[in-house]
């Protein structure tokens, strides 16, 4: 069966129409609060269910309960807290606000709490340093000095130049159904996928009846591909070589927090709310630079054995030379000597200056797509 939502209901917050009109027309009788496009798509998230079970934004018991334990005050598991910071209180608790992104309306918000937190506390809890290089970090400093808990109302969506991709969990788990999918492994990337990609994805399909590929979208660090080029590689993939009763691409919105072993476990209960009930953890998942070991996001789940999602954990894949095909340490008996492993930064460099990667590490349409965009990169 597709799996339950996390915490067992699907979210909606979203408004109906006639009421939504009614707080588009007194706007102008609520305090307004301008915010970043990180927190306009966390409130999306939230009132479509991808957070679930968030309403909103967290108050102080959930934070807490979060930063140290994992976990929110009611014991479900939770790893991200997803809050929203200002610099100055222009409103009280127990106001209803209005949260715009430039000039957009996005939603309205009941303030149930105003609360502070100390920031390098909560930047060594989450990613493990408070080393300002790191990104997750750098965000966190960047904050405002107040946290504001309280529930959501979506009023309107972000403008989305991928709506052709964008799918919610209420339509993918429609989606599942009518497949007959019984059992779903989803895919997170933020990356055109090589060999190495489409080798565990096909490695994880052989257990389950359908294969769930979920690009995320958004705000990504330089050097990092952009969003267009991840979808126009997938979308040639898929042409070629999915088999096309079998596997699926939907995007979703989220901004990377790069905080390796806690963001493996939200990715994974973000797949789980959209229907999954597989989820592949990557070697090194959502980590960046050197702060988190290679395999440190696959012990962490050992600690949520009621997480209610199966995650897949399949070894890194290299070309073996002697085997003749892509493989992993698991099943190929051969030397070092004849392996050849895939690396992303070597990827990148090869499509910069123009030389085309062997086939085995990325397939020959693919490259065609990603030399097609004059800059395929973040700058």
């Not at 209610?308 to 085997?323: A, H």
Request: aromatic share 12%; charged share 30%.
């Amino acid at each position: 069966m597709v799996s339950k939502p996390h915490g067992g209901k699907l979210i909606r917050r979203l408004v109906a129409d006639r009421t939504r009109e009614r707080i588009l027309s007194e706007q102008k009788e609520y305090p307004r609060v301008q915010i970043d496009h990180g927190r306009a798509v966390d409130l999306e998230n939230i009132a479509h269910g991808i957070y679930s079970p968030l309403k909103g934004f967290l108050t102080s018991d959930d934070f807490e309960s979060v930063l140290h334990h994992m976990r929110l005050s009611d014991d479900t598991p939770w790893t991200i807290p997803i809050v929203l910071d200002v610099r100055e209180k222009t409103f009280d608790e127990g106001d209803a606000i209005l949260l715009y992104y430039e000039n957009l309306p996005i939603a309205r918000m009941h303030v149930e709490e105003i609360y502070t937190t100390d920031k390098k506390e909560f930047a060594v809890n989450v990613f493990k340093t408070d080393d300002p290089a790191h990104p997750g970090v750098a965000r966190v400093m960047e904050m405002g000095d107040y946290l504001v808990g309280g529930e959501i109302e979506l009023l309107n969506e972000l403008p989305n130049p991928f709506a052709r991709y964008t799918l919610r969990p209420v339509e993918t788990r429609i989606l599942f159904k009518e497949r007959g999918w019984k059992t779903i492994v989803a895919f997170q990337t933020r990356n055109v996928p090589h060999l190495g990609h489409e080798y565990v994805q096909k490695a994880a399909l052989t257990f389950v009846d359908g294969l769930f590929i979920n690009p995320v979208l958004g705000r990504k660090k330089k050097g990092d591909y952009r969003d267009e080029v991840i979808i126009k590689a997938y979308e040639t993939l898929f042409e070629h070589y999915y088999p096309k009763d079998a596997a699926t691409l939907a995007t979703v919105r989220y901004e990377m927090r790069y905080a390796g072993p806690r963001e493996a476990i939200h990715h994974a209960i973000m797949r789980k709310n959209f229907g999954a009930t597989h989820f592949i953890v990557g070697r090194d998942h959502a980590g960046v630079g050197d702060y988190y070991g290679p395999y440190e996001a696959w012990d962490l789940f050992d600690e949520f054995p009621d997480l209610g999602i199966t995650p897949m954990f399949i070894r890194e894949s290299f070309y073996c030379k002697k085997c003749g095909g892509m493989v992993n340490a698991k099943i190929c008996p051969h030397d070092e000597e004849f392996h050849i492993h895939i690396s992303g930064t070597k990827l990148r460099k090869m499509i910069l200056s123009g030389e085309q990667p062997p086939e085995y590490m990325m397939r020959p349409e693919v490259f065609e797509v990603v030399r097609s965009f004059e800059k395929p990169f973040v700058e």
